[in-house]
């Protein structure tokens, strides 16, 4: 019993680091990387098992990973590459179709549950990753990649930060940096002179040959749209009380 209490309390500890890994493989192990192919769903190297699972939390997870959405899910034994992994993950639950949303316990599965997804849409040509190069998802901040190459901070503004997390399914920025760590020079430089007008990529100019130097990569914290829509409501709440206390004065 105490074993399980550590396997779950772990399970939460990911999700709110942001510490998130999904990947699609097809029955040869390659990734998936373009929508409306069905994949083996995978959570940092393991399978996810079926149990709980519905299509909110499958256009959840297809958001992750860069996808507009989920066209639909499977699930049970078909390729001969899924015993090669262990099952990670079951139980997951997604009240809306918003990663942050979802929880989710340590599996005790078979390989006759795990989920086979298919997605929608193309890929963001950006993604984040962590320390380790493993491309995250979260509220924390990880390093900004456009196409597997850094970000120059040439230009790069609060329109470029909402434009970038948006286009990978964020409701927009929540901060970001100029800097140099996780030893980001292990990446090419792949975008320079992101001079956004607006938070969407549609305003953006930019060039991908650049004469940028080391040191000003981005790095970004995205925003969910769950935070978003409860920002939205706790200033409608404080509005309100404000509207209340003013009708009451005016009473008096």
């Known amino acids: 019993m105490f074993r399980g209490s550590v396997l779950i309390l772990t399970a939460i500890i990911l999700i709110s680091e942001g510490a998130i890994v999904f990947q699609l493989v097809d029955s040869s192990r ?25 299509i909110t939390a499958a256009h959840a997870i297809c958001k992750v990973m860069g996808f507009e959405g989920a066209l639909g899910w499977t699930s049970g034994q078909k390729w001969k590459i899924q015993p090669s992994f262990s099952v990670a993950i079951q139980s997951v639950r997604c009240p809306v179709s918003d990663w942050s ?21 193309t890929r963001s040509s950006f993604s984040l990753v962590d320390r380790r190069k493993y491309t995250v998802s ?3 901040e990880f390093l900004l990649l456009y196409n597997g190459g850094t970000v120059c901070g040439d230009q790069f503004s609060n329109n470029s930060a909402d434009a ?12 970001w940096r100029v800097g140099t760590c996780w030893n980001a020079g292990t990446y090419r430089i792949a975008l ?3 001079n956004c007008t607006e938070g969407h990529w549609g305003s953006c100019s930019y060039t991908t040959s650049h ?15 769950q935070e978003s829509e409860s920002k939205t409501l706790d200033s409608s709440s404080e509005q309100e009380n404000l ?4 009708e009451d004065k005016a009473t008096v």
Do not use: P, W
């Not at 004469?211 to 749209?225: A, E, H, L, P």
């Open 164 to 175: 970038a997390c948006r286009d990978m399914g964020y409701s927009g920025s929540k901060n």
């Open 138 to 140: 979260g509220s924390q």
């Open 101 to 121: 949303s979802c929880t989710y316990i340590s599996s005790g599965c078979n390989h006759a549950g795990d989920v086979f997804l298919t997605c929608s849409g």
């Open 211 to 225: 004469n940028c130097v080391r040191g000003k990569d981005i790095f970004i914290s995205c925003k969910s749209r």
């Open 243 to 246: 509207e209340k206390e003013t």
């Open 192 to 194: 320079e002179d992101m």
């Open 30 to 54: 390659n990734y998936i990387t373009t929508g409306e192919q069905e994949g083996l769903l995978l959570y940092n190297g393991g399978t996810v098992c079926h149990s709980h699972f519905n």
